[in-house]
T-cell receptor, first 113, second 109 residues
Framework: DADVTQTPRNRITKTGKRIMLECSQT?????MYWYRQDPGLGLRLIYY???????NKGEISDGYSVSRQAQAKFSLSLESAIPNQTALYFC????????????FGDGTRLSIL | GQNIDQPTEMTATEGAIVQINCTYQ??????LFWYQQHAGEAPTFLSY????GLEEKGRFSSFLSRSKGYSYLLLKELQMKDSASYLC??????????FGTGTRLKVLA
């Protein structure tokens, strides 16, 4: 079983719809992140969370919100989807120790028509 | 500011050696990571450097020079399965990771 699980894996929806992407992890990590990946732009940070009570905006948080329901669960919502939010979304986790890598989920491919 | 530069694309032949460079400018440097990402899949961790010098791990090695803001990933004995994107990521402080746009490597038979 994957350590970091994202659902759904693929989603096609229409402009204006509310969408939730979910992420769960079994690694026991405190830190969780949401990124989007666009061709030629690399991974960009949307939100990150150090624990259930600590949520922070990343560089491109406008149009997104998050919820940390438990240590193991971190969901990303698009309140009213727009076409330029079409992208590949990744959830990642990391341990508190600074020399530890991030562990990524398999991604959610989101298309907004 | 903060900036990470990598070549967009490289091509090499099966069995050869390839070096993928990464230059960065950032404050609060706290380490540099290399990830491999096959098309449409998750990035997976390859190597980590925080001190100057070379880290070797099987066919993969990574080098860091903090004074020059420079790192490279060296892949030896290239295999077809090494065709992927390679992401350079700098850790700022204790929690923030800044990613380059990645280098797409094509390995030809």
């Amino acid at each position: 079983d994957a350590d970091v699980t994202q659902t759904p894996r693929n989603r096609i929806t229409k402009t204006g719809k509310r969408i939730m992407l979910e992420c769960s992890q079994t690694k026991g990590h405190d830190r969780m992140y949401w990124y989007r990946q666009d061709p030629g732009l690399g991974l960009r940070l949307i939100y990150y969370s150090f624990d259930v009570k600590d949520i922070n905006k990343g560089e491109i948080s406008d149009g997104y919100s998050v919820s940390r329901q438990a240590q193991a669960k971190f969901s990303l919502s698009l309140e009213s989807a727009i076409p330029n939010q079409t992208a590949l979304y990744f959830c990642a986790t990391s341990a508190k120790i600074s020399n530890q890598p991030q562990h990524f989920g398999d991604g959610t491919r989101l298309s907004i028509l | 500011g903060q900036n990470i530069d990598q070549p967009t694309e490289m091509t090499a032949t099966e069995g050869a050696i390839v070096q993928i460079n990464c230059t960065y400018q950032t404050s609060g440097f706290n380490g540099l990571f290399w990830y491999q990402q096959h098309a449409g899949e998750a990035p997976t961790f390859l190597s980590y450097n925080v001190l100057d010098g070379l880290e070797e791990k099987g066919r993969f090695s990574s080098f860091l020079s903090r004074s020059k803001g420079y790192s490279y990933l060296l892949l030896k004995e290239l295999q077809m399965k090494d065709s992927a994107s390679y992401l350079c990521a700098v850790q700022r402080g204790t929690y923030k990771y800044i990613f380059g746009t990645g280098t797409r490597l094509k390995v030809l038979a």
